[in-house]
């Protein structure tokens, strides 16, 4: 059985924090994706990244980094964590090529206070 | 860039009837896939339909199918019979031949016993 699974379900930090966000996949997917939920806005993506060590931004990049040293590791980093980046965090997986759709993680409600 | 429309925040249907969700899509690529995703209250994306763009034929599976209309660049998903665990947010989706993921702003769907 596929599998993504994000270290957090649940989260709270204090403003000012430095936030990490773990991702793990276990289909050796090329491509793995950060996406930010928030009501009426949907997901947008943030950071994605097609291979080990390579990244791209997303459409809201600002405020936060991505780490990538591992095929089935993904991390979303907030380098300082500000009460606007309270939201739902998705990560996602999907192989190269083909049409295959993604898989998600179950997501983190990050809260920062 | 792509962009993914859905133009209804919310949608209402009753009990055993049908319901369509809208959505439209803005792209240069001739190769590509669409998706619909459900999420439901526990919030984990479960994928609904996929539907490969150089298939004319509509993709269906069991009571959800698609209208897929690639000239005008329009991708609804209908839902026969409606059951109250079809209730949930739905997302479409676009993946690009470069095999980047790019969503709508979801429907919320409410079915009514």
């Known amino acids: 059985d596929v599998k993504v699974t994000q270290s957090s379900r649940y989260l709270v930090k204090r403003t000012g924090e430095k936030v990490f966000l773990e991702c793990v996949q276990d289909?050796?997917?090329?491509?793995m994706f950060w996406y930010r939920q928030d009501p009426g806005l949907g997901l947008r993506l943030i950071y994605f990244s097609y291979d080990v060590k390579m990244k791209e931004k997303g459409d809201i990049p600002e405020g936060y980094s991505v780490s990538r040293e591992k095929k089935e590791r993904f991390s979303l980093i907030l380098e300082s964590a500000s009460t606007n980046q309270t939201s739902m965090y998705l990560c996602a997986s999907i192989p190269s090529g083909g049409g295959t759709e993604a898989f998600f993680g179950q997501g983190t409600r990050l809260t920062v206070v | 860039a792509q962009t993914v429309t859905q133009s209804q925040p919310e949608m209402s249907v009753q009990e055993a009837e049908t319901v369509t969700l809208s959505c439209t899509y803005d792209t240069s690529e001739s190769d590509y896939y669409l998706f619909w995703y459900k999420q439901p209250p526990s919030r984990q994306m479960i994928l609904v339909i996929r539907?490969?763009?150089?298939?004319?034929q509509n993709a269906t599976e069991n009571r959800f199918s698609v209208n897929f209309q690639k000239a005008a660049k329009s991708f609804s998903l209908k839902i026969s019979d409606s059951q109250l665990g079809d209730a949930a947010m739905y997302f479409c989706?676009?993946?690009?031949?470069?095999?980047?993921?790019?969503f709508g702003t979801g429907t919320r769907l409410t079915v009514i016993p």
């Open positions: 539907q490969e763009a150089y298939k004319q």
């Open positions: 989706a676009y993946r690009s031949g470069a095999n980047n993921l790019f």
């Open positions: 289909m050796d997917h090329e491509n």
